[in-house]
């Protein structure tokens, strides 16, 4: 089993700034794609960033330029440093990831980020 913890939503001001990070836990850790989604209310799922084991990162278009994504192996911990933010980014955040074969794939809880003036 493993359990997935994200942390670092908020409010802020459009144009400002949140870092979000997500810590993987469990026993018979295999972590290999992990990533970002985000849900605002009323829509679907979509692709924030992912990341290979390798470094290998993959950002929604909507995205490029303002959000990066960093990977700590060791920790098996992922961050999502958000910047230039706007409302249309107001979303829960979820983590995700996969294991190595794809045998097992996880969910975070969630953090809210709202943007608002």
């Known amino acids: 089993q493993v359990q997935l913890v994200e942390s670092g939503g908020g409010l802020v001001q459009p144009g400002g700034s949140l870092r979000l990070s997500c810590a993987a836990s469990?026993?018979?850790?295999?972590?290999?794609?992990m990533g970002w989604y985000r849900q605002a209310p009323g829509k679907e799922r979509k692709l924030v960033a992912v990341?290979?084991?390798?470094?290998?990162?993959n950002y929604a278009d909507s995205v490029k330029g303002r959000f990066t994504m960093s990977r700590d192996n060791g920790k098996n911990t992922v961050y999502l440093q958000m910047s230039s933010l706007r409302p249309e980014d107001t979303a829960v955040y979820l983590c995700?990831?996969?294991?190595?074969?794809?045998?097992?794939?996880?969910w975070g809880q969630g953090t809210q980020v709202t943007v608002s003036s």
């Open positions: 469990g026993s018979n850790l295999r972590i290999n794609t």
């Open positions: 990341m290979s084991s390798g470094g290998t990162t």
């Open positions: 995700y990831a996969r294991n190595w074969g794809g045998t097992g794939t996880y």
